[in-house]
């Protein structure tokens, strides 16, 4: 099956910083998102990006589907973006494969 | 519009007896899946369904099982909980399921003692 690779596993930044997450995946997909696991466990929808680049706010994401990668940059860090990020794929089975994650800390 | 809502959100259950975990998608959702997250495994697609119809099963042994009703409504069901079934459920509602953004509920954590 499709494997999905997360860089950095753990990303510890001084509040202020910037960031770059990137995610990896070995076929070529439906669908791509990025996800922020908030304390409680519930996954957030921060992006679905299955192509191109998108901008939200201090985040924004590019995926380049040739290439097999997308990418999930954290502008102006604040001490709430802390968390788990997760990358999750779909090649159209009506599933998601997810990425290990990368633990984001903002030290304040 | 209402998020994905799970319930319960905690629950303890002993070896051996068996759990029955519900989840209510968006509004016009047809498709709800489920997922086990674990420390050891990460994030792990169960089963997918779609106007009551399994479409897709992840690799779980036969104790996991699920149903959708006609209102969309999912419930999933473990049967003689093992100690290693202690997780995190995450249930996820989708527009069509194909091409489509996922919507994530809080999720069950389910601990067996």
């Known amino acids: 099956g499709i494997q999905v690779e997360q860089s950095p596993p753990d990303l510890i930044l001084q509040e202020g910083a910037n960031s770059t997450l990137r995610c990896n995946f070995s076929?070529?997909?439906?669908?791509l998102q990025w996800f922020h696991q908030n304390p409680w466990g519930q996954l957030i929808n921060l992006f679905y990006?299955?192509?191109g680049t998108k901008q939200n706010g201090r985040l924004s994401a590019t995926t380049v589907a040739t290439e097999r990668y997308s990418l999930l940059y954290i502008s102006s860090s604040q001490t709430t973006d802390s968390g788990v990020y997760f990358c999750?794929?779909?090649?159209?089975?009506?599933?998601?494969?997810f990425g290990q994650g990368t633990r984001l800390t903002i030290n304040p | 519009k209402a998020g994905v809502t799970q319930t319960p959100r905690y629950l303890i259950k002993t070896r051996g007896q068996q759990v029955t975990l519900s989840c209510s998608p968006i509004?016009?959702?047809?498709?709800v899946s489920w997922y086990q997250q674990t420390p050891g495994q990460g994030l792990q697609f169960l089963f997918e369904?779609?106007?009551?119809?399994?479409?897709n099963k992840g690799n779980f042994p036969g104790r996991f099982s699920g149903r959708q009703f006609s209102n969309s409504r999912s419930e999933m069901n473990v049967s003689t909980l093992e100690l290693g079934d202690s997780a995190l459920y995450l249930c996820?509602?989708?527009?069509?399921?194909?091409?489509?953004?996922?919507?994530f509920g809080s999720g069950t954590r389910l601990t067996v003692v």
């Open positions: 996820a509602s989708s527009l069509q399921g194909r091409g489509s953004g996922y919507t």
């Open positions: 076929d070529s997909v439906n669908n």
């Open positions: 990006i299955p192509s």
């Open positions: 999750a794929v779909d090649q159209g089975a009506q599933k998601l494969v």
């Open positions: 509004s016009g959702h047809r498709s």
């Open positions: 369904y779609f106007s009551e119809t399994q479409r």
